[in-house]
């Protein structure tokens, strides 16, 4: 059974830095062309694309938040971290981790996090 | 980047009844490999968004036979054939051919 977790604080301050960290289970972050992507949804809007990573450490960034965005992944911990810079309340949304790779894109999903930023 | 636009933004269908969602983005989503990187998610309330279609027209393992893509190029449509309270929620399009970008929702409501 394939799962995703988003983890990480639920209220960061503006100009503070944002790490979230997404837990897989039922599948490995080493099978070629596997990934993991991170999205997000601010209260009431649309989705956003930020960030993959694919199991050859191939990393693509959204080109608006590129500056601000690293993805990384902890093989042996199934984990992939997200970290964003500078954080600013326009950044306060549901964020959610999906799988990409060897079967069509964000097949799956987490149940997402809420991040506020506020100080 | 790409932009993806849907239209309408809100669509209100009695149950039975069919409903489409227009997708049109700004570049074509034909690859040089033949394939179109056109994809369909409904996300309903309160839950994570779920893949419904992929590559234009090919519905994701159970996905009910309701639900439709088609389209090319730059034009796409989502239809739901015989409408059902459960079909509830914001349908968004996502293009995959260059990064990934989404397009603005439509929200689907039952009268």
């Known amino acids: 059974q394939v799962t995703l977790k988003e983890s990480g604080p639920v209220l960061v301050k503006p100009t503070e830095t944002l790490t979230l960290t997404c837990t897989v289970s039922g599948f490995s972050l080493s099978i070629p062309r596997m990934g993991v992507s991170w999205i997000r949804q601010p209260p009431g809007k649309a989705l956003e694309w930020l960030a993959h990573?694919?199991?050859?450490?191939?990393?693509t960034y959204s080109t608006s938040l590129k500056t601000r965005l690293t993805i990384s992944k902890d093989t042996s911990n199934r984990q992939v971290i997200l970290t964003m810079t500078n954080m600013d309340p326009v950044d306060t949304a549901t964020y959610y981790c999906?799988?990409?790779?060897?079967?069509?894109?964000?097949?799956?999903w987490g149940q997402g996090t809420l991040v506020t930023v506020s100080s | 980047d790409i932009v993806m636009t849907q239209t309408p933004l809100f669509l209100s269908v009695s149950p039975g009844q069919s409903a489409s969602i227009s997708c049109k983005s700004s570049?074509?989503?034909?690859?040089?490999?033949?394939?179109?990187?056109l994809y369909w998610y409904l996300q309903k309330p309160g839950q994570s968004p779920q893949l419904l279609i992929y590559e234009v027209s090919s519905r994701f393992s159970g996905v009910p036979d309701r639900f439709s893509g088609s389209g090319s190029g730059t034009d796409f449509t989502l239809k739901i054939s015989r409408v059902e309270a459960d079909d509830v929620g914001v349908y968004y399009c996502m293009q995959g051919v260059h990064l990934l970008t989404f397009g603005g929702g439509t929200k689907v409501e039952i009268k």
């Open positions: 990573i694919f199991s050859n450490d191939e990393k």
């Open positions: 999906a799988r990409i790779g060897s079967s069509p894109p964000f097949d799956y």
């Open positions: 570049q074509s989503l034909l690859h040089s490999n033949g394939k179109t990187y």
